[in-house]
């Protein structure tokens, strides 16, 4: 791989549509086509939620936590990592180590996706690189579980995990290279790019 341009970032949300299909980063870094995501419903009420974040009694889970301290809504970047994103919340807990809350319009489904864990993976780094304190945890609260709240125990193969997939998609950004597409093609079904992806 060619040397990463230092101004390059890459969103968590990013790698989140790498990860459901590869394709999203070319068509939307590479040929600028949009998403229109303005159009989703789940878009839409995940944006009402981050606006009506404020009004929510969350003091249970600082109880529930050990959390003495958070920042809230916390802009975030790496020239190390090539990474930027703002954190929902970062968690100050009782031991010391920090810990990043992610809020999803989503139901649990007995299972954390691969999607949510990495994006808390990034969360994680930038934090660590930012705030210079440990990072051992993260949480993901789903809203539509009724504030359902999952602990990920991150571990250094996470981390360079997600350190990977920053790079594949680096990779697609700096070369213009077309991925394969999700071999999910259930995926493909409601895909706002379906018609011009071959």
Same mark, same amino acid.
């Given at each position: ?10 969103? &968590? ?10 394709? =999203?980063? @070319? @068509? ?5 086509? &949009? ?64 810990? &990043?809350?992610?809020?999803? =319009?989503a139901e649990y489904r007995d299972k954390t996706f691969k999607t949510h864990k990495y994006q808390s993976v990034l969360y994680a780094l930038l934090i660590k690189e ?28 996470? =981390? ?39």
């Open positions: 791989m060619n040397e990463i341009k230092q101004e390059v970032y890459i969103t &968590p949300s990013e790698v989140i549509e790498y990860l459901y299909c590869p394709r =999203f980063i @070319f @068509f939307m870094n590479c040929l600028c086509i &949009p998403q229109h995501e303005e159009q989703r419903y789940k878009v839409l009420k995940g944006r009402e939620l981050h606006e009506r974040k404020e009004e929510i009694n969350r003091s249970y889970l600082r109880k529930k936590l050990n959390c003495v301290q958070k920042d809230t809504l916390v802009y975030l970047a790496s020239a190390n990592y090539h990474i930027k994103g703002i954190v929902d919340e970062v968690l100050i807990l009782s031991d010391g180590t920090l810990a &990043p809350l992610d809020y999803k =319009f930012n705030y210079q304190r440990e990072v051992k945890k993260g949480y993901i609260c789903y809203i539509r579980s009724n504030h359902k709240l999952k602990e990920i125990n991150y571990t250094d193969k996470d =981390f360079r995990e997600g350190e990977r997939l920053v790079g594949e998609i680096l990779e697609v950004v700096q070369k213009g290279y077309y991925p394969k597409k999700s071999k999910y093609l259930n995926r493909c079904i409601d895909c706002c790019y379906r018609n011009i992806c071959v």
